[in-house]
């Protein structure tokens, strides 16, 4: 069977995104009750990771110990790539993908993790680029689907993103047109959403019976579900300096009590990714307040992880017949049993 990568949510049909809720959900709700399933017994993970990380990295790896698999961290100077090393992604794709049975990155540049899915013959799943940050996306969409307002369904919803079109940015807009709900930014017209990804992303609003707003008019906060925020510093190298975010974005873009108030709905709830920059984009009062699904929604990375793991595991995985594995128990045991051991003595082997 044809591998799958899960790098960018839009690969994925509005059908396969909504089996993996389900599946998270379903995997989250047998754990809570004392029953870790061994989805993943003897797999192995190899997380490539070129930026820190705190919620994706940990979410991976306890993903898979649960469900009985193994994560391998390959940080930056400790295999041989990128800078300092001696071989290149291409070839660490053939590798990594002979020696694990998946492999996560998290990159500088999104060509990256598209170059690294195209030469592993493994499944690889995109941990964030600068372009995207799908895991985040399903571990949203997941808290999303948990706290549905009472007789809405995803169809119905409005999420509203303040400020900056970050690379999550995009990847909620892309699942919220998936998905058939209503996406806005509010946002200012420097920072708003690229034309190409915008026109990208209606389209498949389109298909799906959602819609796209992109505003810098506070009008456009009002009957959201959900809003969602980000950091405004920017990006690896496109970082900028406090001053100058601030000047571009504060106040009128800083997620407060006042702001919310202005969906008009009392019953609104707060998204944000973390980490997050209190007093700057967010407002205390917010992010600790009782609107606050940011605790929900880093919890939910793993629920995220677990599930797109054995998505793309699953067709993979032989499960071998009893028949088998008697065969091959008893081969072993045959080899290992006539194995020619000789200690060093009875070799007269010298060091």
Same mark, same amino acid.
């Given at each position: 069977?044809?591998?799958?990568?899960?790098?960018?949510?839009?690969?994925?049909?509005?059908?396969?995104?909504?089996?993996?809720?389900?599946?998270? $959900?379903? !995997?989250? &709700?047998?754990?809570?009750? /004392?029953?870790?399933?061994?989805?993943? +017994?003897?797999?192995?993970? @190899?997380?490539?990771?070129?930026?820190?990380?705190?919620?994706?990295?940990?979410?991976?790896?306890?993903?898979?110990?649960?469900?009985?698999?193994?994560?391998?961290?390959?940080?930056?100077?400790?295999?041989?790539?990128?800078?300092?090393?001696?071989?290149?992604?291409?070839?660490?794709?053939?590798?990594?993908?002979?020696?694990?049975?998946?492999?996560?990155?998290?990159?500088?540049?999104?060509?990256?993790?598209?170059?690294?899915?195209?030469?592993?013959?493994?499944?690889?799943?995109?941990?964030?680029?600068?372009?995207?940050?799908?895991?985040?996306?399903?571990?949203?969409? $997941?808290? !999303?689907? &948990?706290?549905?307002?009472? /007789?809405?369904?995803?169809?119905?919803? +409005?999420?509203?993103?303040? @400020?900056?079109?970050?690379?999550?940015?995009?990847?909620?807009?892309?699942?919220?047109?998936?998905?058939?709900?209503?996406?806005?930014?509010?946002?200012?017209?420097?920072?708003?959403?690229?034309?190409?990804?915008?026109?990208?992303?209606?389209?498949?609003?389109?298909?799906?019976?959602?819609?796209?707003?992109?505003?810098?008019?506070?009008?456009?906060?009002?009957?959201?579900?959900?809003?969602?925020?980000?950091?405004?510093?920017?990006?690896?190298?496109?970082?900028?300096?406090?001053?100058?975010?601030?000047?571009?974005?504060?106040?009128?873009?800083?997620?407060?009590?006042?702001?919310?108030?202005?969906?008009?709905?009392?019953?609104?709830?707060?998204?944000?990714?973390?980490?997050?920059?209190?007093?700057?984009?967010?407002?205390?009062?917010?992010?600790?307040?009782?609107?606050?699904?940011?605790?929900?929604?880093?919890?939910?990375?793993?629920?995220?992880?677990?599930?797109?793991?054995?998505?793309?595991?699953?067709?993979?995985?032989?499960?071998?017949?009893?028949?088998?594995?008697?065969?091959?128990?008893?081969?072993?045991?045959?080899?290992?049993?006539?194995?020619?051991?000789?200690?060093?003595?009875?070799?007269?082997?010298?060091?």
């Amino acid at each position: 069977m044809k591998k799958r990568d899960y790098i960018d949510t839009f690969t994925f049909s509005q059908n396969e995104m909504q089996f993996m809720v389900d599946l998270g $959900i379903k !995997i989250k &709700e047998s754990i809570r009750n /004392g029953y870790y399933p061994q989805l993943l +017994k003897n797999r192995n993970l @190899g997380m490539i990771f070129e930026q820190t990380s705190t919620r994706t990295r940990n979410s991976a790896e306890a993903a898979m110990s649960e469900l009985g698999g193994h994560a391998l961290y390959l940080a930056p100077g400790q295999i041989q790539l990128g800078e300092g090393g001696h071989e290149s992604l291409n070839d660490t794709g053939h590798v990594l993908g002979e020696l694990l049975d998946i492999i996560g990155a998290r990159v500088n540049r999104h060509e990256e993790v598209e170059n690294l899915a195209k030469f592993s013959k493994v499944p690889v799943v995109n941990f964030m680029s600068d372009e995207s940050h799908p895991t985040q996306a399903l571990g949203d969409l $997941i808290t !999303i689907e &948990e706290n549905l307002p009472k /007789g809405k369904n995803l169809m119905d919803v +409005k999420l509203v993103f303040v @400020g900056d079109a970050t690379q999550v940015a995009i990847s909620t807009m892309f699942f919220c047109a998936q998905m058939g709900m209503e996406f806005a930014q509010f946002g200012p017209k420097t920072n708003q959403m690229p034309k190409d990804v915008l026109e990208h992303a209606k389209r498949i609003a389109q298909e799906n019976g959602g819609s796209i707003e992109i505003s810098d008019d506070e009008e456009v906060l009002k009957d959201a579900d959900f809003i969602y925020t980000d950091v405004w510093y920017g990006l690896y190298d496109k970082e900028l300096q406090r001053e100058k975010y601030m000047k571009i974005f504060y106040p009128k873009y800083q997620v407060n009590d006042q702001l919310l108030e202005k969906t008009g709905n009392k019953n609104v709830k707060f998204l944000h990714c973390l980490p997050a920059s209190r007093g700057e984009e967010v407002s205390d009062s917010v992010l600790d307040g009782e609107h606050s699904l940011a605790w929900d929604q880093a919890g939910n990375r793993k629920t995220a992880m677990r599930a797109i793991f054995v998505y793309l595991l699953n067709p993979r995985i032989k499960m071998a017949s009893d028949a088998l594995k008697n065969k091959y128990k008893g081969e072993l045991e045959e080899m290992l049993v006539n194995e020619p051991y000789r200690d060093n003595d009875d070799l007269s082997i010298k060091y």
